[in-house]
């Protein structure tokens, strides 16, 4: 099926694969060049509200999300042993496995869900367990849904809207230090556990830099994670051949046809960058230091040069050049790639695995699409299923 793609982001043509535009951000939409920027030691990370975390006191340590460096792959280094293959399959699978259960239990007895629910609490879940949240109150996805609201307002002094908006980020932070954060952290600076947060505690994180490490997870493998479950069971609900086929399929069949979905729909359509020193790409362009720099993923992802014919239809285990992985730049590459890509992956299909195995499963509705630009991302709700 040509143009198979639910989110239409414009145009896929990267005829010109690296220009500045008028605003005067360079735009790169061609995969060889996005993956060598995103790799470059010579660029630190952008976008993503990182001006808004310079602002904080330098004395406070960055979330690893927005830190660049020898700081950054010293950090990545010691912390990667948390999100390998091996131990998501030894520590979480079955975790994923019981999770899944609940839900799909949960939709039997009540007959019908929104599946944007029911995904949210399994990554919240999962997260909470790989970076060790596993002390908090009950609640923790509706604090996260205040937190991270269908629609920003600006917080600030000068308006009672921007009051509100001050008040209610505040208030969204409280929740979430005062009944995640803290009793997590207070059970393990007694005694350390096999997790991210007593890994910070030793560190020498103060809490209020391990509430920015959580919540910059939360964002990161809860939030995206939704999202993608709910635009994979689209794909899957209105293609009966790929459905058929994923229900057929062994689990790295499975999983090929969630990366390829992934790869022609990335939650994060643009990742951002901005020079400390010129850079040099493959194509021969050259972008000066201190430029800001915009790499079009949904464009590159598509790219024919690599990834062949038909690049927007969904052809699972298709060949690909250049180095690229089936998710092609849809985690990201370079120093900042996304830890959790397995973690991500392996829920999803275990979950999805789980919800199409159901009889008489059917979509009742169609999920309403936004577009967050803040995050160059989409978000779909009020997907609701029924058996």
Request: glycine share 10%; hydrophobic share 40%; charged share 30%.
């Amino acid at each position: 099926m040509a143009g198979a793609r639910k989110i239409d982001r414009g145009d896929t043509d990267a005829a010109c694969p690296v220009h500045r535009d008028a605003a005067g951000t360079w735009q790169i939409r061609g995969y060889a060049d996005g993956r060598a920027l995103l790799r470059s030691t010579e660029t630190v990370q952008a976008g993503l509200g990182v001006e808004t975390v310079e602002k904080l006191p330098a004395r406070l340590r960055r979330p690893v999300l927005y830190r660049d460096g020898e700081e950054h792959r010293e950090h990545r280094r010691q912390t990667a042993r948390y999100f390998t293959p091996k131990r998501v399959d030894e520590h979480y699978r079955e975790l994923m496995h019981e999770i899944a259960g609940r839900e799909i239990a949960l939709l039997r007895a009540q007959g019908r869900a929104n599946l944007s629910q029911m995904s949210f609490r399994l990554a919240v879940d999962v997260t909470k367990a790989v970076v060790g949240l596993t002390d908090s109150k009950p609640g923790t996805d509706r604090r996260l849904e205040v937190f991270f609201p269908e629609k920003f307002s600006e917080p600030g002094f000068t308006s009672i809207a921007g009051l509100l908006g001050y008040v209610r980020q505040m208030r969204a932070w409280g929740a979430i230090y005062f009944d995640d954060v803290r009793p997590a952290v207070r059970v393990r600076r007694k005694a350390r556990r096999d997790d991210l947060i007593s890994h910070l505690i030793d560190e020498g994180c103060a809490d209020g830099e391990i509430l920015g490490e959580c919540l910059t997870f939360a964002a990161a493998g809860m939030v995206t994670t939704r999202e993608f479950i709910n635009l994979a069971a689209w794909h899957l609900f209105t293609d009966d051949a790929l459905r058929t086929r994923f229900r057929a399929g062994s689990e790295a069949e499975r999983l090929a046809l969630l990366q390829e979905l992934l790869r022609l729909e990335p939650v994060i359509s643009d990742l951002k960058r901005r020079t400390v020193s010129e850079v040099v790409l493959p194509s021969g362009a050259t972008i000066p230091a201190g430029e800001l720099v915009d790499v079009a993923v949904s464009v590159a992802n598509v790219d024919p040069g690599v990834v062949g014919d038909q690049p927007l239809d969904v052809c699972p285990g298709r060949a690909l050049s250049g180095g690229a992985g089936a998710a092609v730049l849809s985690f990201g590459d370079g120093p900042h790639k996304c830890p959790g890509a397995h973690i991500a992956l392996q829920e999803s299909e275990i979950f999805l695995g789980k919800l199409f195995a159901l009889d008489g499963l059917r979509m009742e509705n169609p999920p309403r699409v936004t577009m967050k630009p803040e995050i160059s991302g989409y978000e779909l709700r009020d997907l609701i299923v029924a058996v």
